[in-house]
């Protein structure tokens, strides 16, 4: 029988428009050996790595009156320099200018006739550093089985790991006659597919929906939970196909001296340092920020090895006192875990993966399944390895996550710690959000508030 998509798969496939391209990225920055770090290298080291990823060879089929879901196929004329590209900054590349490529490449959607992934390497960059920006289609992201791309590329040496030698011969592609009678034989057996692939293919987006609802289970029913919706902010808005894309730097150092002197979690820091940041955004926009007022974040976390949680949680944005920001996040997130409403690594390993940076696919996958209404941004927050990593000999010195945008949501940030450091990647509509910058900014000036009030 084909490999076919799964539902969840297929329906990112489906909720796919023009404004929301639904592939993840990342943004990783290498300092150039003496050896060198090129093209030729790169091409070579993802072709090695490319057994690691068998899916990363094929490409969407589907079947003929959408008769069932698409089959995963492999591609016959699988050209892995198409996927492994090279860019040049004008030297000496600024890390605006390569904000400005990250933004432009996330902007435009993947090829559908090809495998659904694409790797850029970057070239020109000031101070002896190259640049590698991946984009891989949620479809393709379905968890340790099924890795994004970035994940595999990195070794924890600057010898790089090599798998054992194996000669891939793409499989047959099967006929439409053939994928016909697959899906007839499907439908014999369970004959309700029938009906949902119909109205899936047809873009019934209230049963499409529903299908990502039901894959990720537990996910789902925490999420529902919430009794009102989101409050009213100018990060909900129509938004274009077009991104901007900015980052912020910080210390890991400083997030647990947070910890140290007022309690609560590492992830705690990093949501009152939002909160903060966001407060005086809002105020450097002119908008009404009053005591009660908050921003809805949905914010999808590892918590333990073994345990993720996904949480609607209101940051307090209205409240001017950065600790007493933190306490209200840290009281918001004690009970939610206390609720019992963390979902077990297993049951989303099925949808996103557990390893960076594969997890951060789990909150755009959160995000494009459910009502705008719920939530008005997504924050993903994934521990990273706190060792060097190392790509064809290149140490990798920062790495910034680029989460896609759900419909109507302005804004996505994605935060990875990596040796020592917190990377913030913020994605963002071009129109709704071009001080994106300012925002980034304030995101380390709310960490320096907070540190503020650390004792030394």
Do not use: C
């Amino acid at each position: 029988m084909p490999d076919r998509l799964s539902a969840l798969d297929a329906s990112f496939l489906y909720l796919e428009d023009s404004t929301t391209p639904m592939h993840v990225g990342g943004v990783a920055v290498f300092r150039r050996p003496r050896s060198g770090f090129d093209y030729d290298r790169l091409v070579h080291l993802i072709e090695r790595r490319l057994s690691f990823v068998p899916r990363y060879r094929r490409k969407v089929v589907h079947v003929p009156g959408r008769l069932a879901r698409p089959v995963w196929v492999d591609d016959q004329d699988f050209d892995v320099t198409y996927h492994v590209r090279r860019s040049a900054l004008p030297k000496p590349g600024t890390d605006r200018q390569l904000h400005d490529l990250v933004a432009r490449l996330m902007s435009r959607p993947l090829d559908h006739a090809r495998p659904l992934w694409e790797v850029y390497l970057v070239e020109g960059l000031a101070r002896n550093r190259t640049a590698v920006i991946t984009k891989t289609h949620q479809a393709m992201v379905d968890g340790l089985a099924a890795p994004e791309i970035g994940q595999v590329m990195l070794d924890v040496s600057p010898t790089p790991r090599e798998p054992a030698e194996s000669l891939w011969m793409p499989e047959p592609a099967p006929s439409p006659a053939q994928l016909v009678v697959d899906a007839l034989a499907e439908v014999v057996q369970r004959p309700g597919e029938l009906v949902e692939n119909v109205r899936s293919a047809t873009l019934d987006t209230v049963a499409t929906v529903r299908k990502v609802g039901n894959a990720v289970g537990g996910l789902a029913s925490a999420v529902w939970s919430a009794a009102t919706p989101a409050p009213g902010s100018p990060l909900n808005v129509r938004i274009s196909p077009q991104r901007r894309f900015a980052v912020a730097r910080t210390r890991l150092d400083d997030f647990r001296a947070i910890r140290g002197a007022h309690g609560g979690s590492v992830n705690d820091g990093v949501l009152a340092v939002l909160s903060g940041a966001l407060r005086d955004w809002l105020l450097s926009r002119g908008e009404v920020v009053g005591s009660r007022t908050t921003i809805r974040a949905m914010a999808p976390m590892s918590v333990r090895g073994d345990e993720v949680a996904a949480y609607l949680v209101d940051l307090p944005v209205g409240e001017p006192n950065p600790v007493v920001r933190l306490h209200h996040v840290s009281h918001a997130m004690r009970a939610h875990r206390e609720s019992g409403q963390s979902v077990a690594a297993q049951t989303l390993v099925r949808f996103s993966g557990f390893a960076p940076p594969t997890l951060h696919a789990l909150g755009a996958r959160a995000a494009s399944s459910f009502s705008k209404r719920l939530f008005n941004v997504v924050v993903t927050n994934v521990p990273g390895p706190q060792v060097p990593l190392y790509a064809a000999g290149a140490r990798m010195i920062e790495m910034f996550p680029v989460v896609p945008l759900a419909k109507n949501q302005a804004l996505s940030i994605g935060v990875t710690s990596y040796d020592g450091d917190v990377y913030f990647g913020l994605n963002a509509d071009r129109d709704a959000m071009p001080d994106v910058d300012v925002l980034a900014a304030m995101v380390e000036e709310s960490v320096e508030e907070l540190m503020g009030t650390v004792s030394s």
